[in-house]
């Protein structure tokens, strides 16, 4: 049994233009600030939203392979666990991971 999540691809979005990242921004210049942070925080969402249409086409996958899921929608497996892994919210503040000693 074949499905459409055999040529189904994985989601690109339209590029924003292109605004200095928060790094590089003069702090004094709020207008720049504000723009760099709109961006951080957009691409944020993109990419958590594109891990989530990599969910849901799993789960389509899972139904319509049922028990041969495991050998057709590895593919799909890979690319949902590669974005648990990359594709989280992080907004525009980098917060420090303390150190455990």
Known sequence: MTTTSDSWEYPTHRKFEDVTPLSEVDPSDKAAVLRSRALAVRESWINAMEGRIVQQELKKCYRAEGVNH????????????????????????????AESA
């Not at 590895?74 to 980098?94: D, F, I, N, P, S």
């Open 70 to 97: 495991y050998q057709n929608c590895r593919h799909l497996v890979e690319l949902y666990m590669t974005a648990l892994k990359e594709k989280r919210v992080e907004g525009w503040r980098k917060v420090e991971k």
